[in-house]
Each structure stands twice: as C-alpha cells, then as structure tokens.
C-alpha cells in the first residue's frame, strides 16, 4: 500500500532546529522531496534527493537545511536549522518516479498529509 508519513514538525523559536521524517511505503522513487506551503502561498520545492543522493535546494533554505535518506530509500529527513519566521508553513513530503528530479510540482506523483512548522520571533 503506496504511504508517505511526515513526522517531527512543531513550534520553535527563531534560530532554532527541527528535524522532520518521512516514512515511504510502496514505492520505487528516482526522487524524494520535500515542499512546503504558507497559507494564501503558492507550493514551494524545498529540497529534492534523487537515488545517487544528489541534491538540491531552495535558494531561501540553502545552507540551513539538509536532505537526507535511508539507504533503503524509504526514509527521507528535512534537517533544518537557524529556523526563521518565513519558514513557517506546512511541510510536505514527495516522490517523483520520474529519472531525474523534476521542478515542476505537477511531475510529483505522490505526497503525504504534510507537518506542520511554526517559528516564532
């Protein structure tokens, strides 16, 4: 049965760190990622990890946050660090079967029911 399970989002202070997971089931990925949606916000593409565990990141999370995977592909984590207020959103996990990362939000077949982050100032 095809799953995906976001986990370890919450309430932190600004500066601070959350770690959130994703457990897979059912699926074969070429690409895991994480997104992320304000209110009255468009979707936003955090950070991809494709099977090399190449990756990729958002201009406004690059060098804060962390994408990782299990070596089985079925875990996928958001390290995420010195937490800032426009960080705060909804957070969910992906997967694209396609051979390479897509950006486009539509070419991301499968999603979770998304964790949510708040950072306080």
């Known amino acids: 049965q095809a799953q995906l399970v976001e986990s370890g989002g919450g309430s932190v202070q600004a500066g601070g760190s959350l770690r959130l997971s994703c457990a897979a089931s059912?699926?074969?990925?070429?690409?895991m990622g994480w997104w992320r949606q304000a209110p009255g916000k468009e979707r936003e593409r955090v950070a991809t990890?494709?099977?090399?565990?190449?990756?990729s990141y958002a201009d406004s999370v690059r060098g804060r946050f962390t994408i990782s995977q299990d070596n089985a592909k079925d875990n996928l984590y958001l390290q995420m660090r010195t937490l800032k207020p426009e960080d705060t959103a909804m957070y969910y996990c992906?997967?694209?079967?396609?051979?390479?990362?897509?950006?486009?939000?539509?070419?991301?077949?499968?999603w979770g029911q998304g964790t949510q982050v708040t950072v306080s100032s």
């Open positions: 992906a997967v694209s079967v396609w051979p390479q990362c897509p950006d486009s939000q539509a070419a991301w077949q499968y």
């Open positions: 059912g699926y074969s990925p070429y690409c």
């Open positions: 990890i494709n099977v090399k565990d190449m990756t």
